[in-house]
């Protein structure tokens, strides 16, 4: 079975309703193009500290449910009495289905937000997992969510310029490592260096390397994939993590 996947890579407003209003256009092209699952970067808004989901993303709402797809609108602030960073998930139905908390608050972040504790698996179009921009560098958070059955992986990220190289190194190795595609989303402006990825794989006489698509300026890209296909591999290499000390 395939499934169209996709990502947006956005630029900044001088308000929440412009930029929301701006990419609506682009997550519709995107469902017009039968895209099933869409994600957008970490803390693109003027206001990234979000006091209600679902009314600050009614317009991706009414979108996701016309085009039947779901859609991650990136990851923010959430100053609850127990503040994180959230990655929504809008469903097909129109409605949040669920949340995945940042595991890995980064440098400054760690004095505003509780680390998240659970990685999440979500169930729409496909099986599939969200990792917040810093959880990337750890190899446990793809690994745990390879392992509990995602097929596929999507991560909001906010990446400066000068960190895009080992940033996707990063979203390499953790796709090669886990046997999974993943598509990375960032934001593109004067301090944030873009380069939204999508890093899928091939195999060839047993050896599996990586095929990396960059995206730029604001813009959407989508790609069709046969999620079935990567699950020997992975099963494969998960059975040669030999234990040892």
């Not at 990586?210 to 699950?231: A, C, Q, R, V």
Request: proline share 5%; glycine share 6%.
């Amino acid at each position: 079975m395939m499934v169209k996947l996709g990502l947006i890579q956005t630029k900044s407003y001088e308000s929440n309703p412009k930029g929301i209003s701006i990419i609506s256009k682009i997550i519709k092209k995107l469902g017009q193009k039968e895209t099933k699952i869409v994600c957008l970067p970490e803390q693109w808004l003027k206001n990234n500290i979000i006091k209600d989901f679902d009314s600050e993303f009614s317009e991706f709402k009414k979108i996701a449910k016309d085009f039947s797809m779901t859609v991650i609108p990136g990851a923010f602030y959430e100053m609850t009495r127990n503040p994180s960073i959230v990655a929504p998930v809008i469903g097909p139905e129109g409605e949040l289905i669920g949340r995945q908390e940042k595991i890995h608050p980064f440098d400054y972040e760690r004095g505003i937000v509780k680390p998240g504790k659970e990685a999440k698996i979500f169930n729409t179009a496909c099986k599939f997992g969200i990792i917040i921009c810093y959880d990337m560098v750890f190899p446990n958070v793809a690994n745990i969510l390879a392992k509990k059955g995602a097929q596929v992986l999507f991560s909001p990220s906010r990446i400066v310029r000068r960190g895009i190289i080992p940033w996707q190194m990063y979203v390499q190795v953790r796709s090669l490592e886990n046997r999974i595609p993943i598509l990375a989303a960032n934001v593109e402006n004067r301090r944030f260096g873009g380069n939204s990825v999508i890093v899928d794989l091939s195999e060839n006489n047993k050896v599996v390397t990586t095929k990396m698509i960059k995206i730029d300026g604001e813009s959407e890209k989508s790609k069709e994939f046969t999620l079935e296909k990567y699950e020997q591999s992975r099963k494969s290499r998960f059975l040669d993590l030999n234990k040892f000390q």
